[in-house]
């Protein structure tokens, strides 16, 4: 028999997609609103970023009042208005409702990534749970994403949101199966650190994964753009996306392993780079292998630097801070993403590879300082 407690690990990562469901399914619910509703990219691209941009403010704003007895009930609350969003943005054809279930939506996703992000970031050994968690995670969203496009394909917009909802309902019970507070380590929250870095070091931090995330974020929500440009079937898509997140999983496990070296400075700058130049691959490709390709790595390369970059601001301040705050704040740059990659590849998406190649590569330079810091005081 399993212990309950091995399977904590597949609470979390099912409760993390319900977290992340926008970033994920934003490609098709842009594709669903340009093609069902009529809508333009900006304005599809716009409801694309209330949604993730709602998620990054709840999580930040819910991560300085969760505890552990209003856990469950935060998680509750918050799977209910998620589902309900969700159906009721199936049926919503007016632009000004279906911002406001977006950003329903999006708060309501937050406050579960926030609960997630409290449990990992609590626990007795985060770092190699937040490798499990998006593992298991990435896994589902392979799994979803590779039949997610059937339902669009049958209905439209109604079919996917009915989805979608359908999906969260069915992760619904994990929010009642959370670690019990004694799983939590809560004494890690209040170790005083004497080496935490200075404001200008985290500025920095927070200026790479502005430029990253937000290049990064506009790359994934118009890929599917991309595809349909290069008449791709609706159903090769879901499945190049699907096993995008599954190389992911690979990308989340191999970053593990290497970061029981303790080295972040060679594989963090790395990972940006090629990340740079997945986008450009995906934004620059002309037939269906050189898309695959570029979206197959951009899969790998999000999870695999994710988990060093969360590494980096849990070495950055000892306390867990930094990195409750890094998985939250990622959101806004990604959220900027479709709006501004909306407006900056208007008739011409090419463009938006060379963007995100000249973004990532200059955050590769300017994470340096920190990830050395970091390295320094790396527990």
């Known amino acids: 028999m399993i212990k309950p407690h091995r399977l904590v690990p597949l609470y979390l990562g099912g409760i993390m997609m319900l977290g992340l469901m926008g970033t994920y399914t934003i490609p098709f619910v842009i594709g669903a609103f340009i093609d069902g509703l009529g809508m333009n990219a900006q304005s599809a691209g716009a409801l694309g970023t209330v949604e993730i941009f709602s998620i990054a403010v709840s999580a930040l704003t819910l991560s300085r009042v969760l505890t552990s007895s209003n856990l469950r009930r935060i998680s509750a609350v918050a799977i209910v208005l998620c589902i309900v969003a969700q159906a009721l943005s199936s049926v919503t054809t007016s632009y000004h409702g279906l911002v406001i279930l977006r950003l329903l939506a999006g708060v309501a996703s937050g406050a579960l990534l926030a609960v997630v992000n409290m449990v990992i970031a609590t626990s007795r050994s985060p770092a190699p749970l937040y490798g499990w968690v998006f593992a298991i995670a990435s896994l589902g969203f392979a799994i979803v994403l590779t039949f997610l496009p059937y339902s669009l394909a049958f209905n439209g917009q109604q ?221």
């Open 159 to 379: 079919g996917l949101f009915i989805a979608i909802a359908f999906i969260c309902l069915l992760i619904a019970p994990l929010t009642w199966m959370l670690p019990k507070p004694s799983f939590a380590d809560t004494g890690q929250a209040e170790r005083q650190s004497s080496q935490d870095s200075s404001a200008f070091l985290l500025g920095l931090f927070f200026l790479v994964l502005t430029i990253v995330y937000l290049t990064m974020g506009g790359v994934w929500s118009f890929s599917e753009r991309v595809a349909n440009n290069l008449l791709i079937e609706q159903d090769a898509i879901g499945l190049l996306l699907g096993l995008s997140t599954l190389t992911g999983v690979i990308g989340a496990v191999s970053a593990g392993f290497l970061a029981k070296a303790e080295r972040l400075t060679t594989p963090v700058a790395l990972g940006f780079v090629v990340s740079g130049i997945s986008a450009f691959v995906i934004a620059q490709s002309g037939d269906l292998a050189v898309y695959s390709i570029g979206i197959l790595l951009y899969g790998y390369c999000y999870m695999f630097t994710v988990t060093f970059v969360l590494g980096i601001a849990a070495a950055l301040d000892s306390a867990g801070r930094v990195a409750i705050a890094t998985n939250a704040y990622i959101m806004i740059p990604y959220s900027l993403g479709p709006a501004v990659f909306g407006i900056a590849g208007l008739g011409n998406i090419s463009i938006l590879g060379w963007i995100s190649l000249t973004g990532c590569v200059l955050a590769a330079l300017i994470v340096l300082p920190v990830s050395r810091r970091a390295e320094r005081h790396s527990p």
